[in-house]
T-cell receptor
Framework: GDSVTQMEGPVTLSEEAFLTINCTYT??????LFWYVQYPGEGLQLLLK?????DKGSNKGFEATYRKETTSFHLEKGSVQVSDSAVYFC????????????FGTGTSLTVIP | GAGVSQSPRYKVAKRGQDVALRCDPI?????LFWYQQALGQGPEFLTY??????LDKSGLPSDRFFAERPEGSVSTLKIQRTQQEDSAVYLC???WGLGSGNTIYFGEGSWLTVV
């Protein structure tokens, strides 16, 4: 079945460091891919998305490119800030029905000054 | 309202008690989802509504879990005879359209603790 695997955390970085959080997926057809973020005490928020191969989603300095050949959607940011501390979830929406979102287990990021 | 609203935000239930969790989706959103999120895990799909029709309930863990959306707007997730393993955050989400590329918007969740 469809699934998402993302790198385990927690991840601790210094401010202004480069961030990569790996995400790979397994799916039939052509899914849409998402990154959601959960700040402390808040609900899940969409960070970015890509709906077809080679699309790049971007928001708030974060980027991820939908790579069909490697079935990946890695999240990157060139210079993290303390305010980026949160849990990041990679997610997949199956193309056949769109009824289910499959989430990864989440990667906790802490950015220290 | 502007976002997905869930109530109660926090619920402590004694084992064996019934609970009802309410979700007010974004106005006009056709699709509504319920997810269960255990501590330190990603959300797990429970059920999906398209308007008032429950099209997928494959994720409901047992027949103690029941969801409804009678008028295609507000939804209620009911858990009967709660067990300790039901302790989790229950997330409601809604989506405007039906396509897989459309964004789903989450509420802040209902935190259920069964003691």
């Amino acid at each position: 079945g469809d699934s998402v695997t993302q790198m385990e955390g927690p991840v601790t970085l210094s401010e202004e460091a480069f961030l990569t959080i790996n995400c790979t997926y397994t799916a039939t057809g052509y899914p849409s891919l998402f990154w959601y973020v959960q700040y402390p005490g808040e609900g899940l928020q969409l960070l970015l998305k890509a709906t077809k191969a080679d699309d790049k989603g971007s928001n708030k300095g974060f980027e991820a490119t939908y790579r069909k050949e490697t079935t990946s959607f890695h999240l990157e940011k060139g210079s993290v800030q303390v305010s980026d501390s949160a849990v990041y979830f990679c997610a997949l929406s199956a193309s056949n029905t769109g009824n289910q979102f499959y989430f990864g287990t989440g990667t906790s990021l802490t950015v220290i000054p | 309202g502007a976002g997905v609203s869930q109530s109660p935000r926090y619920k402590v239930a004694k084992r064996g008690q019934d609970v009802a969790l309410r979700c007010d989706p974004i106005s006009g959103h056709v699709s509504l989802f319920w997810y269960q999120q255990a501590l330190g895990q990603g959300p797990e799909f429970l059920t999906y509504f398209q308007n008032e029709a429950q099209l997928d309930k494959s994720g409901l863990p047992s027949d103690r879990f029941f969801a409804e959306r009678p008028e295609g707007s507000v939804s209620t997730l009911k858990i009967q005879r709660t067990q300790q393993e039901d302790s989790a955050v229950y997330l409601c989400a809604s989506r405007w359209g039906l396509g897989s590329g459309n964004t789903i918007y989450f509420g802040e969740g209902s935190w259920l603790t069964v003691v």
